[in-house]
């Protein structure tokens, strides 16, 4: 397993932990960190091993977002507005598409995504938990998304914010900046956040969910997963139909005979993932 200095990378039986690792700046995102979680996501997805993921931050942070320091040095005049991370400009893919920063790839990555929220998101940190399938966050956390308030436009971070919140909750954080925040309780409240545990406990807590979506066929899982990510960026009947063609990709594998037999034998399944 490769070796990181801005993430750690943990597996345990069939999950996945990532582990944004720059604390002293509050996991600020930066180039290397791109690099490394685009690494460490790529592995997660191919790993016949790994049927889940977990996210979530070192020290007192979750991720507040683009590093302040490397946005200052933008080189505006060579590349206006695209991050090319040392790329010609506009050769990749990448520099055409939304910016993802942290971000799994979401809408491409099949296996589910936990994300557990230890303390302050913030910025391009929001969208950890914005495209997480299950978050988990500490008493502890909070959200704030600041950047008008040092002179860039929230982006796709409101875009995101705006599809799980009311839209005049969404509208405040985002005009207010740093003048506003979501604590804990408000997110939980609003949805954002589908549990709160303490602080201590928040890391264990993580694995035993992580354990019980494990538990389930993962086929099974993924396809669902699919079907509904997918199916919010389509109208209604085409989602239907989209989800009915992943339902019947699963039912032609080996998990879908075992989970039945199981049943009807009451023993526990033994998922094969194929």
Not at 107 to 134: E, F, H, S, W, Y
Request: glycine residues 6%; contains cysteine.
């Amino acid at each position: 397993m490769s070796e990181y200095d801005t993430i750690e990378f943990e597996v345990r039986g069939r999950t996945a932990c990532v582990t944004l690792n720059r604390p002293e700046v509050l996991n600020a995102i930066n180039d290397e960190m791109i690099a490394e979680l685009n690494e460490v996501y790529a592995e997660i997805e191919r790993s016949p091993d790994i049927w889940t993921v977990i996210i979530t931050g070192a020290g007192r942070a979750l991720c507040v977002g683009a590093d302040v320091n490397k946005a200052a040095d933008h080189d505006m005049e060579n590349a206006p507005g695209i991050d090319n991370q040392g790329e010609p400009v506009l050769s990749s893919l990448r520099q055409w598409d939304a910016p993802q920063e942290a971000t799994p790839p979401w809408l491409q990555m099949t296996k589910p995504i936990i994300c557990a929220v230890n303390g302050i998101a913030a910025g391009a940190g929001l969208d950890l938990i914005t495209t997480a399938d299950i978050t988990i966050a500490s008493d502890r956390a909070s959200l704030m998304d600041p950047h008008v308030s040092i002179g860039v436009t929230s982006g796709r971070e409101g875009v995101r914010l705006a599809r799980i919140l009311p839209l005049p909750v969404a509208m405040r954080l985002v005009l207010m900046g740093k003048h506003e925040r979501l604590d804990a309780q408000r997110a939980y409240d609003l949805g954002i956040f589908t549990e709160l545990v303490e602080h201590d406990k928040l890391m264990d807590r993580a694995w035993e969910v992580a354990d019980v979506v494990n538990s389930n066929a993962p086929l099974a899982v993924r396809g669902s997963r699919m079907a509904i990510r997918k199916g919010l960026t389509l109208p209604i009947y085409e989602a239907e139909l989209l989800a009915e063609n992943y339902r019947m990709k699963v039912a032609l594998t080996k998990d879908a005979i075992e989970g039945p037999r199981a049943f009807l034998e009451k023993r526990k399944p033994n998922w094969q993932c194929r």
